[in-house]
C-alpha cells in the first residue's frame, strides 16, 4: 500500500495488533485474523506485530527473536497483503514509543489502576509488577491514534483498553482542539469466539495446561484430528445448538466459521449422525483450511530476504504517516520542532 491510497480512496481506517508470544492458535486465527484479512478490500488496513508490548513480560532474546518473525511470516501466510494493507513490526517505527510517552502524561494513574487486564496480571506475575505493564494502554492508545483509525477490531478482553484511549484521544483534544480521531470497536461477529476444545465454558488458549484443549495453526493435521476427536462434547448426541451444548455449539461455531455453513444447515447435514461422524467433518474442515496457510508458512519462513523487505518497506511508509500525527500533538503541546 503506498502513501497515495491512505489519502486518496477515504476507505474507513482500521488498525489492529497481536503479540508475537509463540504459538498463534485456532481461536486466534477463527477470531481475529480471519477477520483481518477479509477486511483488507473494504478498509485501510494497518496491522502491526506488537513487540514493544510484549516485553512487559520477561522475554529470553533468542526465542523473542523467533516469535516476531515468525509472527510476521504466519499473518503473511494467513492472507495479509502487503500490496494491500500496511503490516509491520511495532519497533521498527519509533513514533509509536514516542506518542506513547506522551499518552503516558495525559492519563490519570487511577485510570490505569482500574484496568482489569493490569489487575489480573499483576496478581498473576507478582514477582514483575513493572511500569510497562501497568502503561500498556496507553502504548496501545499511541498505536491506534497515530494512524487516526476509525475503527479497532478487538476481542473482549482488549474493550476496556480501546475505551482508555477513545478517553485520552478526547481530553486532549479537548485541551488541544482536534488531534486525535475517536476510534470505535470493531467486534467480529458471533460464533467467532473459539472455546477450549477441552473445557469450552473457557476461551481457548495455549497457556492451557491441557494441549489437547488448542489447535495451533501450525499444527500436523494428525495431532488436528486427534484433538478434535477428544473434544467434549454432552450425552444427547444431537448435532444442534443449545443452552446445555457448549461443546457441540463450539464445534458448530468452528466449523460454521470454517466452511461459512449456517447453524441450520449444519444440523441439517449432521440430522441421524453421531458425534464421531460430526467430529471427523469438523477437523477434517479445519485440517483442509489450514493446510494452505502451513504450506505458504514453510515458504515465508525459509526466505528471511523476502520478510525483510516487506516488513521494512511498510515500516517505512507507517512512520511517514504516523510521524503526520506525532508532529501535530507535538507542536500543539509547545514542543520546538528539532531536525530529526
Ligand atoms: N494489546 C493487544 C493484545 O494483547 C495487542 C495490541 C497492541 C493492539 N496494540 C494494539 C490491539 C492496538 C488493537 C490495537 O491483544
Same mark, same amino acid.
Given at each position: ?139 496501545? &492508545? ?26 485520552? &484521544? ?21 460464533? &467467532? ?129 504516523? &510521524? ?17
Amino acid at each position: 500500500m503506498s502513501e497515495d491510497v491512505l489519502k486518496k480512496e477515504k476507505k474507513p481506517i482500521i488498525f489492529s495488533a497481536i503479540q508475537p508470544s509463540g504459538t498463534i492458535t485456532l481461536g486466534n486465527y477463527l477470531g481475529a485474523l480471519k477477520n483481518w484479512v477479509s477486511l483488507q478490500d473494504s478498509h485501510d488496513c494497518i496491522f502491526a506485530i506488537a513487540d514493544l508490548h510484549a516485553i512487559t513480560v520477561r522475554q529470553e532474546p533468542a526465542q523473542f527473536r523467533r516469535n516476531i518473525i515468525e509472527a510476521y511470516a504466519l499473518l503473511l501466510a494467513c492472507g495479509i497483503d502487503t500490496k494491500k494493507t500496511l503490516f509491520f513490526i511495532q519497533s521498527h517505527v519509533h513514533t509509536h514509543a514516542e506518542l506513547a510517552w506522551i499518552l503516558n502524561c495525559y492519563t490519570q494513574f487511577g485510570e490505569l489502576s482500574r484496568m482489569t487486564q493490569f489487575k489480573d496480571k499483576s496478581q498473576r506475575h507478582t514477582d514483575n509488577v513493572n511500569v510497562g505493564l501497568f502503561a500498556y494502554p496507553c502504548l496501545m &492508545a499511541a498505536d491506534i491514534l497515530l494512524y487516526q483509525a476509525d475503527l479497532v477490531p478487538v476481542g473482549a478482553d482488549q474493550k476496556q483498553h480501546l475505551e482508555l484511549a477513545r478517553d485520552v &484521544a478526547e481530553r486532549f483534544n479537548g485541551v488541544y482542539g482536534n488531534t486525535f480521531k475517536l476510534p470505535d470497536g470493531y467486534y467480529p461477529p458471533v460464533g &467467532a469466539r473459539i472455546m477450549s476444545l477441552q473445557d469450552p465454558t473457557r476461551k481457548m488458549s495455549k497457556s492451557d495446561e491441557n494441549a489437547n484443549s488448542w489447535v495451533a495453526v501450525l499444527d500436523k493435521p494428525e495431532d488436528i484430528m486427534r484433538k478434535f476427536k477428544r473434544a467434549v462434547t454432552d450425552s444427547e448426541a444431537v448435532v444442534k445448538y443449545g443452552e446445555n451444548k457448549l461443546g457441540v455449539n463450539n464445534l458448530m461455531g468452528i466449523y460454521s466459521s470454517v466452511t461459512g455453513k449456517s447453524g441450520e444447515e449444519i444440523e441439517r447435514e449432521f440430522e441421524g449422525k453421531g458425534y464421531g461422524d460430526f467430529k471427523t467433518a469438523v477437523a477434517e474442515a479445519v485440517i483442509e483450511e489450514l493446510r494452505p496457510i502451513r504450506e505458504r508458512y514453510e515458504r515465508f519462513i525459509a526466505d528471511k530476504a523476502y520478510l525483510e523487505e516487506q516488513y521494512t518497506k511498510c515500516a517505512e511508509i507507517a512512520l511517514k504517516i504516523s &510521524a503526520r500525527t506525532l508532529d501535530k500533538a507535538m507542536k500543539k503541546i509547545g514542543f520546538i520542532k528539532g531536525k530529526h
